[in-house]
Nanobody
Framework: QVQLVESGGGLVQAGGSLSLSCVAS????????MGWFRQAPGKEREFVAT????????DYADSVKGRFTISRDNAKNTVFLQMNSLKPEDTAVYYC????????????????WGQGTQVTVSS
């Protein structure tokens, strides 16, 4: 069982930056692939980024590639999402997720989810 708690959301102007964090409980964090997803009002939850376990292989949605960076610190049981050059269309609730297995863009592949943190980008 893994419990995830996100933080770092807030209000920022377009072009600005935010850094999200997600802290996981348990001693097996390093064995989980981690992902970030987001859900805007009236839309389905969509993939943002993912990072694998030990080799830290990453994958990004095309909409955020080059602007967002996912990273992890296994010693601190934490995964990060650095978001730069933010756009109004990045406004959403951002969720951290964990799965045992390879990186995946599919939300149904992730067994564990945080409660989400709101990111609002004003124009």
């Amino acid at each position: 069982q893994v419990q995830l708690v996100e933080s770092g959301g807030g209000l920022v102007q377009a072009g600005g930056s935010l850094s999200l964090s997600c802290v996981a409980s348990g001693r097996t964090f390093s064995t989980y692939t981690m992902g970030w997803f987001r859900q805007a009002p009236g839309k389905e939850r969509e993939f943002v980024a993912t990072i694998s376990t030990f080799k830290w292989v990453t994958d990004y949605a095309d909409s955020v590639k080059g602007r967002f960076t996912i990273s992890r610190d296994n010693a601190k049981n934490t995964v990060f999402l650095q978001m730069n050059s933010l756009k109004p269309e990045d406004t959403a609730v951002y969720y951290c997720a964990a799965r045992a297995g390879r990186t995946s863009r599919y939300r149904d592949d992730y067994a564990y989810w945080g409660q989400g943190t709101q990111v609002t980008v004003s124009s």
